[in-house]
Nanobody, 121 residues
C-alpha cells in the first residue's frame, strides 16, 4: 500500500517562507505526476502546483512567482518552497501522486493526509 506523508507546515507571518515536503512509502513502480493542493475553510480543494515526470511544472495564478515545486521520482519525494506568504495562503495543504504500483495496474491517485499552513497578518 502506498502512503504519502507531508511535513513542513506551520505558522508563519505574512511575507515569510515555508517548505513543504511529501514522501511516499510502499511500492511505487512509476510516478506520472506529483502535485500540491490546498483547501481553505469553507472552500473547495484547489490545485496549487503540479510537476510532471520530466520536470514540466504548472502553478495556480495566485502563487506564480512565489511558490516553487520540485520533485524527485527516484526518491518518491516532492517539495514546495513557499515564499512571500500571504494570509490568503492559509489552508491545509495536500500532496498527490498519480502513480502505479506495478506495470500490470493502471495509474491512480494517492493522497497525503494534509499539513496545516497558517499565515498571520
Amino acid at each position: 500500500q502506498v502512503q504519502l506523508v507531508e511535513s513542513g507546515g506551520g505558522l508563519v507571518q505574512a511575507g515569510g517562507s515555508l517548505r513543504l515536503s511529501c514522501t511516499a512509502s510502499g511500492i511505487v513502480y512509476t510516478i506520472a505526476t506529483m502535485a500540491w493542493y490546498r483547501q481553505a475553510p469553507g472552500k473547495q480543494r484547489e490545485l496549487v502546483a503540479h510537476i510532471a515526470n520530466g520536470g514540466v511544472t504548472d502553478y495556480a495564478d495566485s502563487v506564480k512567482g512565489r511558490f516553487n515545486i520540485s520533485g524527485d521520482n527516484a526518491k518518491k519525494m516532492v517539495h514546495m518552497q513557499m515564499n512571500s506568504l500571504k494570509p490568503e495562503d492559509t489552508a491545509v495543504y495536500y500532496c498527490k501522486f498519480v502513480a502505479r504500483t506495478s506495470v500490470f495496474v493502471t495509474y491512480r491517485d494517492f493522497w497525503g493526509q494534509g499539513t496545516q499552513v497558517t499565515v498571520s497578518s
